[in-house]
């Protein structure tokens, strides 16, 4: 399966994007990367169209125009601040709080050996994460904090920056996380048990599970649900990593 589609018609397609698969296309084949699957499954007639994106390890609802009218109505309602997103986070610690607001500048990391890192910093660009607690969850490996969180603004890496910097990363994310050596040795394929016992996840566990945006004289929503891994954590069931001839950072769910 390509990815599961949420809803389409004759001017958007809405699908659930799986978690650790690239928006943009990579060096790999036809499958490697989200919009190349789109192109499969639209057909040759049609050029889709990317007017948002997540990151790699992030799942949930992603919105293609399948024409050019469509796609350059979704750019206006994006630029214009009429789509409204929220996210799942799974993050470490018990959040004592019911919600709240964190808005601090984020720029880039310039203390980091990883070019796409960014960080909290006073000359940076504006950036506001409002957050509502869902549920705490004690497991073997300590506290963890369920939230729902949705941004004023859509700076890159926003919510992983600012729940890090909260002093509540996001479960299993390696650049944000408990060490940013993970990440190096992530892209490197170089990761040991430790190391994922570190992790705790395959991918970091961010989810964007509901998508709301005015289309043709309605309010439209789109939901999506956490994977398999994602849910399994937060019910407290065991999530283990096992060897994958495609990709050996598959995680798989058992007990």
Not at 66 to 82: C, H, M, N
Request: charge should be negative; charged fraction near 25%; glycine fraction near 8%.
């Amino acid at each position: 399966m390509l990815f599961p589609v949420l809803h389409e018609d004759a001017d958007l397609l809405v699908l659930h994007k799986p978690a650790g698969l690239v928006c943009h296309p990579t060096k790999g084949d036809a499958y490697s990367s989200l919009i190349s699957r789109v192109r499969i499954h639209l057909g040759a007639e049609q050029e889709p169209q990317m007017v948002h994106r997540l990151d790699r390890e992030t799942s949930g609802v992603m919105v293609f125009g399948k024409t050019a009218a469509a796609s350059a109505e979704l750019r206006r309602l994006w630029i214009t601040g009429l789509v409204t997103k929220e996210y799942l986070a799974l993050v470490h610690g018990a959040v004592s709080a019911v919600s709240g607001v964190i808005d601090a500048p984020l720029g880039k990391d310039e203390a980091s050996s990883v070019a796409i890192k960014d960080c909290v910093r006073p000359d940076g660009a504006s950036a506001v994460t409002r957050w509502w607690r869902v549920r705490t969850i004690q497991r073997e490996e300590g506290a963890f904090t369920l939230l729902r969180v949705r941004l004023d603004t859509g700076r890159k890496h926003q919510i992983r920056i600012h729940l890090a910097a909260a002093g509540h990363p996001l479960v299993g994310d390696k650049l944000y996380g408990p060490s940013e050596d993970l990440y190096l040795k992530f892209v490197e394929r170089r990761l040991e048990p430790a190391d994922r016992d570190r992790l705790l996840l395959a991918n970091q566990a961010l989810h964007a599970a509901r998508l709301w945006l005015p289309w043709e004289g309605e309010e439209r929503e789109f939901r999506s649900e956490p994977e398999a891994d994602f849910t399994a954590f937060v019910e407290g069931r065991t999530v283990a990593w096992l060897a994958d001839p495609h990709d050996p950072l598959r995680p798989w769910t058992e007990g």
